[in-house]
């Protein structure tokens, strides 16, 4: 008996102090951190905006989402709530260039991260080079260690260019 409550002991202390290192590893990294990938796509410029732009959408091609309810403003903006297996998140769409441009931003402030995530649509070589930019800042720190160490800051964007790719049927890998 006085065995086991030893090693119990020992393995609170353990993990104690692991989660202690990691906080601490978090705490010394960057709270605001820039990511950015892209994707060709064989498609147009109008085709690949028309598609993210869809809001409400979303959920038939992106896995990661349940649905999305989008909200419009007595101001004319447009906010949006995604539910998905992390939660619910709500976002505001503060830019809008169709074909161009498009900024989302988190309006949650008690997540442990926020952001904005800036799309640029290019034409080339026939087609559109989609390029997602995620100006993310992350204030929980043990949160901040995974996604630096764990995750890695752009896991979300290459999940969104590949499930992307997969709606227009094409194979290709963000980069």
């Known amino acids: 008996m006085r065995l086991a409550i030893i090693i119990l002991i020992g393995i609170i202390v353990g993990l104690a102090l692991m989660v202690g290192i990691v906080a601490l590893i978090g705490s010394r990294l960057p709270q605001r951190h820039d990511a950015s990938r892209s994707l060709f796509l064989h498609q147009s410029p109008e085709q690949v905006y028309a598609v993210v732009r869809d809001l409400e959408s979303a959920p038939k091609w992106r896995t990661d989402l349940k649905s999305v309810q989008v909200k419009k403003q007595p101001d004319g903006g447009i906010h949006f709530e ?4 992390q939660g619910t998140v709500n976002y ?3 830019e809008d260039v169709p074909q161009q441009r498009m900024v989302t931003r988190i309006l949650d402030e008690d997540l442990g991260y926020s952001g904005r995530w800036v799309y640029a649509f290019a034409s080339e070589n026939g087609g559109t080079r989609v390029t997602i930019t995620e100006e993310g800042e992350v204030s929980n720190v043990l949160f901040r260690f995974m996604s630096r160490y764990i995750f890695g800051h752009t896991a979300t964007l290459d999940s969104y260019l590949t ?13």
């Open 82 to 85: 995604e539910q998905g297996g």
């Open 163 to 175: 499930s992307l790719a997969k709606r227009f049927g094409e194979d290709a890998k963000p980069q």
């Open 92 to 94: 505001a769409l503060e």
